[in-house]
């Protein structure tokens, strides 16, 4: 198992909005393969959200990243996200994880 979690803070007058776009990329992942993707909101709610994507292993990631790019809908999704979490100003964090045990 490979994992890819990204954490950004949605301010919390875009929070239906973000979760709008959400549903789209999510069927968007999912159609190209990707296992699972996931969404989640900080307990305390202080704006903190994480993208818990889920892939056979790394080759099987990038498989999938290379469907995703294709998709003509993406480019345009990828904006909107943009304009929604302000990447300038909160910069996405991403990490990767192996699945050991």
Not at 61 to 66: E, N, P
């Amino acid at each position: 198992m490979f994992i890819v979690i990204y954490s950004y803070k949605v301010p919390k007058n875009k929070i239906k909005e973000y979760l709008d776009l959400q549903k789209e990329v999510r069927a968007i992942y999912l159609k190209h393969g990707c296992l699972s993707y996931e969404v989640f909101e900080k307990f305390q709610k202080d704006e903190e959200w994480l993208e818990i994507g889920k892939f056979e292993n790394k080759s099987h990631f990038k498989k999938v990243g290379a469907r995703v790019d294709k998709d003509p809908k993406i480019d345009e999704l990828f904006q909107r996200f943009c304009s929604i979490v302000d990447v300038k100003k909160n910069p996405v964090v991403t990490k990767k994880f192996v699945k050991r045990i």
